[in-house]
């Protein structure tokens, strides 16, 4: 529904977006991934035609901004970082001039309102609002107009954690009946309710996936933690002796008497019957702790934006 | 449109704005109505409207500096510049919220004619054209100080401004510039804002006066379009 070609966004002669092409299709919920400062801002706000594309073009079904500001601004409800809200206004004076600038019926207001939770706070000056009322007042400000596309940038930073759960809540509850574009440099929070990934690194797009797939992406090798309790010379003996076992590394043991490793296992070999029947038959050996290691958006965001970005220096 | 002018309008009156314009202005030509109309016992209320452009350059800035240099300042330009609604509505909404509050004010120093005409007959053709002559240098003015506010992110930095320039305005207005040139001569001439309004004053209405400020107008409101459309492409 959303087709962004080859964006490119020059500030005199320094290049904040080079080529960035990607789409958002019609129901999805497509995170927007990127360290601070590596274009995501820059890209919502053209995308919502705050600010112009060097080059470059942003489509929604088939509108161009270039064509019908409009028609296609009607399409589109957006939070930026900071939440546009005037501090002397309240509440619902406050949606009432929205309504009136997005051309919509007042009569919706109270039906937002309710959506975002807001309702009780309705009447209370703006500037008094707690931080993550503030923010619910902007998302509310962005469904003035029952708009198809929400975008949201960072709608969860500088919240603390009760309000983060609040906020995510009434995200995962918008994402039912719209399609939204949400930026965050907060990863786990982009893997719990994006159906769909793009990462972005120095105004470049370096990956683009679901949050499995990228993550099978980088996961090369499997990673285990074990703890084993026994002699240290003896368990690695033993861990060497292990077919599919790569290599190992001994870390810091919180138990007297025992030995914690991070072992890492060939590709697509799952060590852990091996593991667990070689110190069974050892009887003064027995394994007190034994978890994998996931890959997190984490890891693959660091080792994506760090290859690419080391390539381009 | 009528979005904007309703919300500047609530801005300008919840916060001591509007309040403050209206009272200095009323405060100042009080203080001339009492001095040199109650005192001397004189009918003319010319002494206060030839003192008041000098305090509409003064104050007019207050209503102004705000307008967009604190949209940008807040980001809440991008909720303006997002929604579906032209740049020139935004533009042409504040301004006609600056002049009707500067309206207001106008409207009510209508009381001093009034309590004249209670002892004496007042030239009420030429109130009339004082009128209509701060109206059309008001919004003039206004037009001027919509465009700086404009161009910066800090409004008391665009108030000083506006002030500076009205100011330069205003005294080329008392004096004609003899540089030798004659095209210098006149552009100094049509910077003096006040020239076009002393003719008002005298109670003249000349359709190249009330041009001159409409044109002004329409330059400076048009430039602040332009200048907030070119902000998002630079």
């Known amino acids: 529904m959303i087709k962004v070609k080859n964006l490119t966004k020059k500030y005199g002669s320094k290049t904040v977006l080079n080529d960035v092409s990607f789409t958002i299709n019609q129901g999805e919920i497509l995170g927007f991934l990127g360290p601070n400062g590596a274009g995501k801002s820059t890209t919502m706000n053209i995308m919502t035609g705050y600010i112009a594309a060097t080059s470059g073009s942003v489509e929604i079904d088939g509108i161009d901004i270039m064509d019908d500001a409009k028609a296609y601004k009607k399409k589109i409800g957006y939070l930026p970082e900071i939440p546009p809200l005037y501090n002397d206004m309240t509440v619902a004076e406050y949606m009432e001039f929205v309504c009136g600038i997005k051309y919509a019926d007042t009569s919706c207001i109270d039906k937002i309102l309710e959506e975002v939770r807001i309702t009780d706070v309705k009447d209370r000056l703006i500037k008094n609002l707690s931080k993550g009322y503030r923010q619910r007042v902007g998302i509310a400000q962005a469904l003035v107009g029952d708009p198809d596309l929400l975008i949201l940038d960072e709608p969860t930073v500088g919240l603390d954690p009760m309000q983060i759960i609040d906020i995510r809540n009434v995200i995962s509850e918008l994402g039912k009946k719209k399609t939204l574009f949400i930026s965050s440099h907060i990863l786990s929070e982009i893997s719990q309710v994006c159906d769909r990934v793009i990462i972005i690194n120095k105004g470049k797009l370096v990956a683009e996936d679901t949050p499995k797939n990228l993550a099978t992406l980088v996961s090369g090798k499997n990673k285990y933690s074990v703890c084993i309790e026994g002699g240290k010379e003896k368990i690695e003996k033993l861990l060497s002796s292990i077919q599919g076992i790569e290599r190992f590394e001994e870390k810091a043991s919180s138990e007297a008497g025992s030995c914690e490793y991070i072992i890492y296992a060939k590709n697509g070999v799952d060590i852990r019957k091996s593991l667990f029947k070689a110190v069974a038959v050892n009887d003064d050996m027995a394994i007190l702790m034994f978890k994998t290691f996931d890959v997190t958006l984490e890891d693959i965001f660091i080792s994506l934006t760090e290859e690419k970005g080391g390539e381009k220096e | ?234």
């Open chain 2, 1 to 234: 449109m009528n979005a904007i002018i309703k919300k500047e309008l609530r801005v300008y009156f919840n916060t001591p704005i509007a309040w403050v314009f209206i009272a200095v202005l009323m405060c100042v030509s009080g203080l001339f109505f009492t001095m040199f109309n109650l005192f001397i016992g004189n009918s003319s209320v010319r002494v206060i409207f030839g003192v008041l452009p000098f305090v509409f350059v003064i104050m007019i800035p207050l209503l102004t500096m705000r307008l967009f240099a604190e949209e940008r300042s807040l980001k809440t330009d991008q909720l303006l510049l997002t929604a579906p609604i032209n740049v020139s509505a935004i533009v042409w909404g504040k301004f006609v919220a600056a002049v009707v509050v500067f309206g207001i004010a106008v409207v009510l120093m209508m009381i001093y004619p009034i309590i004249l005409s209670f002892y004496s007959e007042v030239a009420w053709g030429s109130v009339m054209t004082n009128n209509i002559g701060f109206f059309l240098l008001g919004a003039a003015l206004i037009s001027i100080g919509i465009f700086i506010s404009s161009l910066t992110e800090n409004q008391f930095t665009a108030g000083i401004i506006t002030i500076a320039v009205l100011l330069v305005m205003f005294l080329l207005s008392g004096i004609s510039v003899s540089s030798g040139y004659e095209s210098i001569d006149k552009v100094m001439s049509y910077i003096g804002i006040l020239k076009a309004f002393d003719r008002f004053y005298i109670g003249i209405i000349n359709l190249v006066d009330v041009l001159y400020y409409l044109s002004i107008t329409l330059i400076f409101v048009l430039l602040t379009v332009f200048r907030i459309e070119r902000r998002r492409v630079k």
